[in-house]
């Protein structure tokens, strides 16, 4: 039974449905959350203000590599364009890549970051979706797959 906490900036994205995974350090023990698990997605773990944001399941789960102007994730590809960035870093909750390599440290790095990639949507959805036409600036009110995902909940 994964649960994952977020810090609170990423609740709404995460109801919405603009933000379909979330990356995490690789586990110690290996028991990294795996696709066709239940995921329990909260704020504010192990404090009073502990609230549940929802339940998904993980439909792709996979290692990816983090460095400075490029993101590898097996399976889809290397991310190297401004634009593919760009579209990554949005999908993942953040305003700019700039903001997304500040707040994972890529800036710092110097060899590769391993990390763990849990989506909560198909490795074909989330291909998709990185593709930086399909990225979303105006939320609910387009036909990228983040407003689709998000109206088919509603």
């Not at 649960?3 to 350090?25: D, E, S, V, W």
């Not at 339940?55 to 401004?82: H, N, P, Y």
């Not at 990554?88 to 390599?101: A, T």
């Not at 989506?119 to 990228?144: A, F, I, Q």
Request: glycine letters at 4%; one cysteine or more; charged letters at 25%.
């Amino acid at each position: 039974m994964p649960a994952l906490n977020f810090q609170k900036q990423f609740a709404p994205a995460i109801l919405a449905g603009r933000k379909p995974f979330t990356l995490r350090a690789l586990r110690k023990d290996g028991r990294d959350p795996k696709a066709g698990q239940p995921l329990y997605l909260f704020t504010a773990m192990r404090t009073k203000q502990c609230r549940k944001i929802a339940e998904k399941q993980c439909k792709f789960a996979v290692t990816i590599s983090l460095s400075w102007r490029c993101v590898t994730i097996a399976t889809i590809g290397m991310l190297l364009k401004d634009s593919e960035l760009e579209s990554f870093s949005r999908l993942d909750g953040f305003n700019s890549y700039d903001e997304f390599s500040r707040f994972h440290e890529v800036h710092m790095l110097m060899e590769n970051k391993q990390m763990r990639l849990i989506s909560w949507v198909t490795r074909d959805e989330l291909k998709e979706m990185l593709e930086p036409k399909n990225v979303c600036y105006k939320p609910g009110t387009c036909h990228c797959p983040a407003c689709w995902l998000e109206r088919q909940s509603e």
